[in-house]
């Protein structure tokens, strides 16, 4: 069963940095892409960074360029998202989720979430 | 990057059909055949329901059903069941080879 655990979320001022962290399971992990969605509360679904199965190529929202950081370690099957110069704005539940993108562009498996709260 | 265009809301009875649209520019919908559709219940991780236009993911009721025309998606729920009530999203790729959502439908079953 593929399983898809996020964690590292939290409370952090305005300006701040956390990574976030997405465990696989269940899956090949090197042989697919992985995103990383977030959602605001009460709002919809906003994507924001996917990486591919190799990690040589990475994909951003224009919300989070230059201040998200997206990357992985296939030894681990961990996804990362390194977010620096938080903003109020970047409060959401942020999923993790199996991509395949080479043939075809869709998410196919989410986890569960985790929770990052931008406030002072 | 805008967002791709759904009504935000739609409602149906039970054993009906309702079709949700997605309304995007030549640069996302209508320029690749990479729409997929996402379910999700309150409090809960969404569901892919639909990828690549119209193929549905192994699990899935044939009941959802995708198509596409132009810069135009859509989902198209049949024999509506009342545990379909939940919002349902759009997602195409885009030629900034990004992805994209709509803002989400919230559909009521009556």
């Known amino acids: 069963e593929v399983q898809l655990l996020e964690s590292g979320g939290g409370l952090v001022q305005p300006g701040g940095s956390l990574r976030l962290s997405c465990a696989a399971s269940?899956?090949?992990?090197?042989?697919?892409?992985m995103s990383w969605v977030r959602q605001a509360p009460g709002k919809g679904l906003e994507w924001v960074s996917a990486i591919s199965g190799s990690g040589d190529s990475t994909y951003y929202a224009d919300s989070v360029k230059g201040r998200f950081t997206i990357s992985r370690d296939n030894s681990k099957n961990t996804v990362y998202v390194q977010m620096n110069s938080l903003r109020a704005e970047d409060t959401a539940v942020y999923y993790c989720?199996?991509?395949?993108?080479?043939?075809?562009?869709?998410?196919?498996?989410w986890g569960k979430g985790t929770t990052v709260t931008v406030s002072s | 990057q805008s967002a791709l265009t759904q009504p935000a809301s739609v409602s149906g009875s039970p054993g009906q059909s309702i079709t949700i649209s997605c309304t995007g520019t030549s640069s996302d919908v209508g320029g690749y055949n990479y729409v997929s559709w996402y379910q999700q219940h309150p409090g809960k991780a969404p569901k892919l329901m639909i990828y690549?236009?119209?193929n549905r993911p192994s699990g899935v009721s044939n009941r959802f059903s995708g198509s596409k025309s132009g810069n135009t998606a859509s989902l198209t729920i049949s024999g509506l069941q009342a545990e379909d009530e939940a919002d349902y999203y759009c997602n195409s790729y885009t030629s900034s080879s990004t992805l994209v959502f709509g803002g989400g439908t919230k559909l009521t079953v009556l």
């Open positions: 269940g899956f090949t992990f090197s042989s697919f892409a």
């Open positions: 690549d236009v119209s």
């Open positions: 989720a199996k991509t395949v993108w080479v043939v075809g562009k869709y998410m196919g498996v």
